[in-house]
């Protein structure tokens, strides 16, 4: 079921408000994908866990130094082609959302699923983008 899309505006903002890109066409996540410098995508929801954890944890992650060069987002339930092209770029991995795959030189290179997301604090799903963020990009 598709949601009305002014009821998913500020959900959207959220994340585009500090720079996040919204890919809302299959054809925007190739190009996005085929940019080999390393980027955070988020597969975006409605859910209270994206709301309460996933968002704001994501939010306070991106200020590390050690982070992706770029970001996106694609919509659950809204962007549903987008959606499925972002995770037909990882088909080993089970869908979900709220999630995050982490990007370096056009591969998954981790990802957090949303039982990593579910039922923890914004802190700790901060705490592990970071962790991801060091083990990839730290110097």
């Given at each position: 079921?598709?949601?009305?899309?002014?009821?998913?505006?500020?959900?959207?903002?959220?994340l585009?408000?500090?720079?996040?890109?919204?890919l809302t066409?299959?054809?925007?996540?190739?190009q996005?994908?085929?940019?080999?410098?390393?980027?955070?995508?988020?597969i975006?929801?409605?859910?209270?866990?994206?709301?309460?954890?996933?968002?704001?944890?994501?939010?306070?992650a991106?200020?590390?130094?050690?982070r992706?060069?770029?970001?996106?987002?694609?919509?659950?339930?809204?962007?549903r082609?987008?959606?499925?092209?972002?995770?037909?770029k990882?088909?080993?991995?089970?869908?979900?959302?709220?999630s995050?795959?982490?990007?370096?030189?056009?591969?998954?290179?981790?990802?957090?699923?949303?039982?990593?997301?579910?039922?923890?604090?914004?802190?700790?799903?901060?705490?592990?983008?970071?962790?991801?963020?060091?083990?990839?990009f730290?110097?």
């Amino acid at each position: 079921m598709m949601y009305p899309p002014e009821l998913l505006v500020p959900m959207r903002e959220e994340l585009t408000s500090v720079g996040f890109q919204e890919l809302t066409t299959p054809a925007a996540v190739d190009q996005w994908v085929a940019d080999k410098a390393s980027g955070l995508l988020v597969i975006n929801s409605v859910c209270g866990c994206a709301a309460g954890m996933a968002r704001p944890g994501v939010r306070a992650a991106i200020e590390h130094p050690n982070r992706p060069a770029r970001l996106a987002t694609v919509f659950a339930g809204q962007d549903r082609e987008a959606t499925q092209q972002a995770r037909g770029k990882f088909p080993h991995i089970a869908p979900s959302s709220p999630s995050m795959a982490l990007f370096k030189d056009g591969q998954v290179v981790d990802f957090l699923p949303r039982h990593r997301i579910e039922g923890r604090s914004a802190q700790q799903v901060c705490d592990d983008l970071k962790a991801m963020f060091d083990q990839h990009f730290g110097s």
